[in-house]
């Protein structure tokens, strides 16, 4: 088994637990390298490892078994965009708030990892989301997301016009602040806060949603995932904001149409018994609780 560990900024009080998992890893004489940025990050709160072992974008990622990310939902994305292409499943370790994306709690790290070197554990396979244009959105070819592309407004004061195609046919001309195509596993995060519906991991769909539309009579749309959809922006400003997942750019006209379609690789999420989506959903998000009961 050879883990590669990525993570961003902790607090002083993970100091102790991001400790134990290394302590439990090198107990267990497991292979691993560290990012090289988070281990400049270990390096700052003293963090004891092998400063040997790290690597870099440019390191051959092909021989790992398996990726831990250190933190969020924000980490769990940026360590996923490290691996997707190589399909090299994630287990999350949630060192953030909410952590929908990553189930295991550092206390319980030493268990968990023994439940992986005995291979008791199921992946968990996601479709993922994939942008193109005229021009390079974003730099080493990280065209992809496992939760949403975004388009938005890059000002405060006036809205964007979206023109909307799906599979060459019209849909919608889209006045709005901006507008999503979300992933399943998206569905839970900024699709949801902007009114757009829940679905189950293993559907085989996105959902386009508006945001803030100018118009009552707009709402988000399910479409199968196997559509393309073409996008085509109008802006007073010359441009706007395109993001994907953790990583966001302001483009301009000269990107010409953005075209969003389905990614040919899947993300592969390490799922331990009794966290699974369900559960998650009732856990974290208080999915049909009622607040009567309290009382």
Partial sequence: MKFLIHGRIFKIESVDSIQEIFNEIESRQIDYSVSDSFAEILIENQINFDKNRTFNSDSDLESYDMALSLGGDGSFLETLGLVAKFEIPVLGINFGRLGFLTDIQPQHIGETIDKILLKDYTIDERIMINARADSEIFESGMNFALNEIAIAKTDTSSMIVINTYIDGE???????????????????????????????????????????????????????SKSQITFSVESRSKNFLLSMDSRAKIVGDEIGEIVVSLEKFRAKLVKIKGNDFLSTLRKKLRWGEDIRNRI
Avoid at 194 to 220: A, E, K, W, Y
Wanted: aromatic content about 10%.
């Fill in 170 to 224: 019209f849909l919608n001309s889209y006045w709005a602040d901006g507008i999503m195509v979300a992933t399943p596993t998206g569905s839970t995060g900024y699709n949801l806060s902007c009114g757009g519906p829940l679905m189950v991991p293993q559907s085989d769909n996105f959902v386009i949603t508006p945001i803030c539309p100018h118009n009552l009579f707009v709402r988000p749309i399910i479409v199968s």
